[in-house]
């Protein structure tokens, strides 16, 4: 029976400290392949010298009954980079050279990942390192958020390969109200938007700013997903159009309101927000659908004449408002089929996708 092998002449292999390739060549079984990772990237340790000594497995006495540990290679790490190669060695044959090169990049920042988080989770709770530490101690923990530049790594490296899921969506969004609608959304508990990832690159016009396009460059290359909002204005609805051709999102992830957010909310739930927030008290749905008119431009204006409200001046309150009753109310608004159809309800859909 002929040995299942991946032949990986041609590519190369990271170094220890991730900073040159090393030309690999030849044919790898599942085995020969782990031992390979083993061999080139988990160094040797004695792990007396590791505060989870007293209840990992791995540990192998100098003598019987000694506190001294013989200086091997992490057991945890061996293990975790064993089932790695065991889980992916199958669909190796089927990646193409990219991917294939990403999966070795990728396995050394996991095996960086999984060796430094054991010693420092060892360490955070060892009192007597964290006391011998004194001035430093605080830094040490602050230190540990450090080790997510080898997931952003890992990310860059398996973000063409589909099958692992290591990219994450991310949404920019215009402005600091879109922003703070979404992360008022996750008090709702719901999965939908519970960990959606949302930053706003700021203010009207900077889409057309080299500094949006540099930001989503620097996120792409570390294998995160782009989703993007932004408004018209009135205007045409394309404004990511040059951001689509280049690459920087796909046109699928992209979400355009007609005018603005503050616009986009449907009349009852704008009046229902504007009226928790103590304004409009003595006035009538009614009498705000009149006062507010046609939907033929931006609320601002219209809402500022009609009732002297400067929405501009509290459009965060507004957007937090607007979250506090989707969340809070016993509303069902994904089974309205009118507020679906709703610019909010579609963007809220849009949210949605992030993570999906």
Known sequence: MTENVIDLTGFTLLDVYGLEHIDVSGNFSEEKLAQL?????????????????????????????????????????????????????????????????????????????????????????????????EDFAPAFFGRIAHLRDHLNNMSSAFQHVPILQAKRGVLFVQGESEQAFVERLKLSRLAWFLNVY????????????????????????????????????????????????????????????????????????????????????????????????????????RLFSAFGIDINSIKIQFAQTVADIINWSQWTWWNDDEFTESELGKFLFFIRSVNY
């Open 198 to 301: 949302v930053d706003s690159y700021r203010g009207d016009g900077s889409r057309r700013l080299p500094r949006i396009e540099m930001l989503l460059e620097r996120f792409n290359s570390q294998g995160y997903k782009i989703f993007i909002q932004g408004d018209a204005d009135g205007g045409e609805s394309s404004i990511f159009t040059n951001l689509i051709q280049r690459g920087l999102v796909e046109v699928e992830n992209t979400f355009t309101f007609e005018y603005d957010f503050e616009t986009a909310v449907p009349d009852k739930l704008a009046y229902d927000a504007l009226r928790e927030m103590e304004l409009l008290s003595d006035v009538s749905f009614e009498q705000y659908l009149i006062g507010v008119g046609q939907r033929d431009k931006s609320l601002a204006p």
């Open 37 to 133: 990772f083993i061999d080139e990237w988990i160094p040797y340790y004695e792990c007396h010298k590791c505060s989870r000594v007293d209840y990992c497995k791995y540990p192998q006495p100098v003598s019987p009954g000694s506190y001294r540990m013989m200086d091997i290679q992490c057991g945890v790490v061996v293990a975790g980079i064993k089932n790695f190669v065991r889980s992916i060695f199958p669909l190796l044959k089927e990646l193409d050279k990219v991917a294939l090169q990403g999966i070795l990049d990728g396995a050394h920042y996991l095996t960086r990942f999984l060796f430094d988080t054991e010693i420092k989770i060892g360490s955070a709770m060892d009192s007597a390192y964290i006391d011998y530490l």
